[in-house]
């Protein structure tokens, strides 16, 4: 996965628009929803039906965005676009595991802090099946892997064209310098089940030792010897590396305080900022505008080879 869907927050739409498709997940026919028949074959696209069920669960995994939902028709050439993308890897002996499938919709569960059996319910109340979702992640993925090395050539991003890309860019220091920080994780654990006077509570505790904590060696002490508190080793991030609203909060921050707690499936979690040392590693806007570039064109080469493989198809419409 690159690094622009590491750093997306996840959504079922932006699940939908950013990832990939196999041969076996295809078969969607294997999970019946009430009053469609598996045999009912709207579309064969190079040999591969596309059924009513595929266009159901398609329709509804594109509506989960909130935005204008796709007619009908443009569902159906999404469908017939993905095993179009399919069958031409397999040509180049491209085909991605499912394996690879499941650490992908592992990953973008875990955004959610979820794990797989819980994101699946959640799709499942959306009336999505994961076979669905994992057929549209396997798609992406293999097609980004077939343009990508088709195109690899022109697809490189050299140091001229981001100086270009950067030239009349507006971004502070903070941006054009990269820092690696040396984080330690504080976690106030809160029992599951908790209620809502019982985490009200733990949130108070979390801003007073938040108040509390003034640096690293003696805050970092004091949080150990707490009750329900756990500080972990310390880990290392550079800001190329971070989402930018988590590195717009660590960039204002002092060397030596606390974050604010977020909530996760353990507890309440903050970050003690102990180390902020400039870095050699490619600044965060250096990596942005490299993003941006190889993104554009990437689209561009994707759309052209697409049209491509669209006039060569077979598409019988039933």
């Known amino acids: 996965m690159d690094e622009s869907m590491r750093k997306t927050n996840f959504t079922p739409a932006a699940l939908c628009r950013a ?3 196999t041969a076996a997940a295809l078969a969607l026919a294997t999970v019946i929803l009430p009053g469609v028949s598996r045999a009912q074959v709207v579309v064969i696209a190079n040999g591969s039906p596309i059924t009513e069920l ?6 509804k995994l594109a509506a989960t965005g909130g935005q204008k939902a796709p007619s009908r028709q443009e569902v159906i050439q999404d469908l017939i676009d ?3 993308k399919i069958a031409k890897a397999r040509v180049y002996g491209l085909e991605v595991s499912d394996r690879d499938v499941d650490n992908a919709f592992e990953n973008l569960a875990s955004r959610q802090h979820l ?11 959306a009336g999505i099946s994961a076979s669905a979702l994992k057929a549209r992640i396997r798609a992406e993925m293999t097609w980004n892997q077939l343009v990508r090395g088709k195109f690899a050539s022109s697809l490189q991003v050299g140091e001229a064209d981001i100086a270009s890309a950067l030239k009349d860019s507006k971004d502070s220091d903070a941006q054009t310098v990269a820092y690696t920080y040396t984080l330690y994780p504080v976690t106030i654990v809160v029992p599951r089940g908790a209620s809502p006077g019982v985490i009200q509570a733990k949130r108070q505790e979390a801003e007073n030792l938040r108040g509390r904590f003034a640096n690293c060696n003696q805050g970092l002490a004091m949080a ?11 880990v290392s991030r550079s800001s190329s590396d971070l989402a930018p609203q988590l590195r717009d909060m660590l960039g204002a921050m002092e060397v030596g305080r606390l974050t604010a707690a977020e909530v996760t499936p353990q507890g309440l979690q903050m970050f003690a900022v102990c180390a902020k040392k400039e870095s050699s590693a490619e600044s965060p806007a250096k990596r942005q505008a490299r993003e941006q570039i190889l993104n554009k064109r990437f689209e ?11 006039k060569q198809a077979m598409i019988e419409y039933k």
């Open 19 to 21: 990832a990939r498709v």
């Open 54 to 59: 595929d266009i159901q669960q398609r329709t």
């Open 82 to 84: 993905d095993r179009l």
């Open 115 to 125: 794990n797989s059996a819980q994101f699946t319910q959640m799709l499942e109340r």
């Open 224 to 234: 150990r010897s707490l009750r329900d508190v756990a500080v972990r080793e310390p």
């Open 300 to 310: 561009t080469e994707s759309k052209k080879y697409l049209e491509e493989i669209r």
